[in-house]
């Protein structure tokens, strides 16, 4: 929950024994699992991002990705890109003692594994829990996955001191091409969750609630099934707001969440940030500058104790 350091000399050892060995960053799944790893079982479960001696300041990241589809891909881009992730949030200052949460999305009318919720790690940790990941690649076919499901998990079974202690939000990237159900499935939860509601929760509650303790993001990547779906874009516009951002590049969804953090944390200016991007090779500063110019600077809320007010108007960022 938090504890240890990052290093970018045990991911590499890690990455090239695999390579040598032919073994795949994603073996659970690789291997035919096709039900959740137990250490990514939401069933009965919190997640915690808690201050200690070690890291006083705990920023959470939760990073959840639509795995249906030909989102599938999405897992084995960001687990390549985890060092220049991790890189910029540490040796660039961009958050004070990050902890990076990783889960994934399915459609719980159909799939085996509908919801997976790592644990927010500040070491290598985050990387286990990537591997641990089911890449069922299923989904229902019509343009709706449980995104829901996993707000209604951020919003009710997370916990962490940068809020409770500090009254800061946390940040909360969700990654898809598709539209949420309309309701939170009281029966789902029981099932996938382990609570036992009264009744349904529209989705527009569940944002509400996440959305008051958790910064939140929209990605639509290029690439995917429906990139580019006007359909698809004004659901999540009419949720999120400017924070609906459509990438016209996969690659640059690391150097997205990074830039957005520090930017949030008011650790850089847009300048600055493009310059780091520049000087550690990245080919998505292009895409990250025209996202990041149109969201805005500073968008960091220190105190955040009303529900979310989306901007409305053109509020979808085409980078």
């Given at each position: 929950m938090g504890s240890g350091i990052w290093s970018t000399d045990v991911y590499a050892a890690a990455d090239s024994y695999r390579r040598k060995t032919g073994r795949s960053a994603f073996s659970y799944s690789d291997g035919g699992a096709r039900t959740v790893h137990p250490a990514l079982d939401p069933r009965g479960a919190e997640r915690e991002s808690r201050d200690s001696a070690e890291h006083p300041q705990s920023t959470p990241i939760a990073v959840l990705f639509d795995v249906t589809g030909s989102m599938g891909h999405v897992p084995r881009t960001l687990q390549t890109k985890l060092p220049q992730l991790l890189g910029l949030l540490l040796r660039q200052g961009y958050a004070r003692d990050p902890q990076v949460m990783f889960g994934a999305i399915g459609d719980a009318t159909c799939d085996r594994v509908p919801l997976q919720i790592g644990q927010f790690e500040s070491?290598?940790?985050?990387?286990?829990?990537?591997?641990?990941?089911?890449?069922?690649?299923?989904?229902?076919?019509?343009?709706?996955?449980?995104?829901?499901?996993?707000?209604?998990?951020?919003?009710?079974?997370?916990?962490?001191?940068?809020?409770?202690?500090?009254?800061?939000?946390?940040?909360?990237?969700?990654?898809?091409?598709?539209?949420?159900?309309?309701?939170?499935?009281?029966?789902?939860?029981?099932?996938?969750?382990?609570?036992?509601?009264?009744?349904?929760?529209?989705?527009?509650?569940?944002?509400?609630?996440?959305?008051?303790?958790?910064?939140?993001?929209?990605?639509?990547?290029?690439?995917?099934?429906?990139?580019?779906?006007?359909?698809?874009?004004?659901?999540?516009?009419?949720?999120?707001?400017?924070?609906?951002?459509?990438?016209?590049?996969?690659?640059?969804?690391?150097?997205?969440?990074?830039?957005?953090?520090?930017?949030?944390?008011?650790?850089?200016?847009?300048?600055?940030?493009?310059?780091?991007?520049?000087?550690?090779?990245?080919?998505?500063?292009?895409?990250?500058?025209?996202?990041?110019?149109?969201?805005?600077?500073?968008?960091?809320t220190s105190v955040a104790t009303l529900p979310f007010t989306p901007t409305g108007g053109s509020g979808v960022t085409r980078l």
């Open positions: 070491d290598n940790r985050m990387d286990d829990d990537l591997g641990r990941i089911v890449l069922e690649g299923g989904g229902g076919g019509q343009m709706t996955e449980s995104y829901e499901l996993a707000l209604y998990y951020m919003a009710r079974h997370t916990v962490t001191d940068s809020w409770s202690k500090r009254g800061r939000r946390g940040y909360l990237f969700l990654i898809g091409d598709e539209l949420a159900y309309p309701r939170v499935d009281r029966r789902q939860v029981a099932r996938l969750i382990g609570d036992d509601l009264g009744e349904d929760v529209p989705v527009r509650q569940i944002v509400d609630e996440v959305t008051r303790r958790w910064d939140t993001y929209y990605l639509l990547p290029a690439g995917s099934h429906y990139s580019g779906n006007r359909k698809v874009l004004d659901f999540w516009r009419d949720l999120l707001g400017q924070n609906a951002v459509e990438l016209d590049d996969l690659e640059a969804v690391c150097e997205t969440i990074a830039l957005t953090v520090g930017l949030g944390e008011q650790a850089i200016d847009l300048d600055t940030g493009l310059r780091d991007l520049r000087r550690a090779g990245s080919a998505a500063t292009g895409t990250v500058s025209k996202a990041l110019a149109r969201l805005g600077g500073g968008r960091r």
